[in-house]
């Protein structure tokens, strides 16, 4: 038996002025983005912004349905509008706001999609997440710091 553990890296931020013109840019586009969003069943407004390596930003909002399941989050609704338009582009940032008390982190069904673009393109994603009621900012390099012994298309080869 060999017991193992496997570490998460966050950085904590006290507002956006500590962060790069660029993440900061990313956050307006974000943030304006959460405006967008349709959540008349949650009333909880998300916004992502996708940046890719050849400088195109993308957003998106949660958008929900009636038939509760079927909605989408904010983070998906733009990585795939990112991948739809631009495919083969590689995904360098991930900025997700919301107005909780704390940075919300992405779903688990939003992690498993990071993590298929970056075994896709074999890099890691900043993902950066604001809270727009606190200004409180949090940034992890890459998804593994938020699913541990993830499973990739590494995984289906047999
Ligand atoms: N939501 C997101 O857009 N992203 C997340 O990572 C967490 C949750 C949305 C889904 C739903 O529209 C609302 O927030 C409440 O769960």
Redesign the pocket.
């Known amino acids: 038996m060999k017991k193992k553990e496997i570490k998460s890296e966050f950085t904590e931020y006290d507002s956006v002025a500590e962060l790069s013109s660029a993440e900061q840019k990313l956050i307006s586009e974000a943030e304006q983005a959460a405006a967008n ?1 349709y ?1 008349p ?2 009333e ?3 916004g ?1 912004a996708v940046l890719l390596e050849n400088g195109k930003i993308i957003c998106g ?4 349905n009636s038939s509760y399941p079927v ?7 733009a990585l795939f509008a990112a991948s739809a338009n631009n495919p083969g582009i590689r995904v360098t940032h991930l900025v ?1 706001t ?1 107005s909780s008390q704390n940075p ?4 688990g069904a ?1 992690r498993q999609v990071i993590a298929e673009y970056e075994t896709l393109h074999n890099h890691s994603i900043s993902i950066l997440l604001k809270s727009s009621t606190t200004g409180k900012i949090i940034s992890a390099n890459g998804v593994k710091n938020f699913l541990p012994l993830m499973f990739t298309r590494k995984d289906l080869s047999r």
Do not use: D, L
Not at 104 to 107: I, K, L, Q, S, T
């Open positions: 969003a959540a069943y949650s909880f407004k998300v992502a909002s949660n958008q929900e909605g989408m989050c904010a983070e998906r609704v997700i919301s919300a982190a992405p779903c939003c």
